[in-house]
């Protein structure tokens, strides 16, 4: 299994929902994101495959109309064959509270993946290896914990 993190636009997200209520707003449903076919590499690593497959961990990022990274979940099917990325998901689950990235620092989060969301807000996909991956989850376990 592979992780990755995708930064989608209104027209990419489930049902077109930037705030789902509940993870059953997003099971099932579709991730597209458009004119990408295969992720983007921010890893250190040289060994990460670049193609997502069924059973990848697909984390959700909404920031441009939508409240930044707010899910994760399973992908179900995976389709490149347009050139753009679709991805259906499953086992969805929503981050409480979601994690907007204006609430990181712009340079001093200590995760390089979200300076690249802070800095890039376009759709795309992105591999996340190991130590990408944990700068992450220290990052978001140290997240300011604000109301919405």
Not at 67 to 88: N, Q
Not at 104 to 129: E, N
């Amino acid at each position: 299994m592979s992780r990755y993190m995708a930064m989608v636009n209104a027209e990419g997200r489930p049902g077109a929902i930037a705030r789902p209520k509940s993870a059953a707003d997003w099971n099932g449903g579709l991730l597209t994101i458009t004119g990408k076919a295969a992720p983007r590499k921010i890893a250190r690593s040289a060994r990460i495959r670049t193609q997502v497959q069924e059973g990848d961990e697909i984390w959700i990022c909404t920031d441009d109309t939508g409240p930044g990274i707010v899910a994760f979940g399973r992908a179900e099917a995976v389709d490149a064959s347009s050139g753009s990325l679709t991805i259906t998901l499953r086992d969805v689950v929503l981050l409480t509270p979601p994690s907007a990235l204006s609430d990181f620092p712009k340079a001093g989060s200590g995760s390089a993946m979200i300076t690249q969301l802070q800095g890039y807000r376009h759709p795309d996909i992105y591999v996340l290896d190991e130590p990408v991956y944990d700068e992450l989850q220290t990052a978001l376990d140290a997240r300011p914990r604000k109301k919405r």
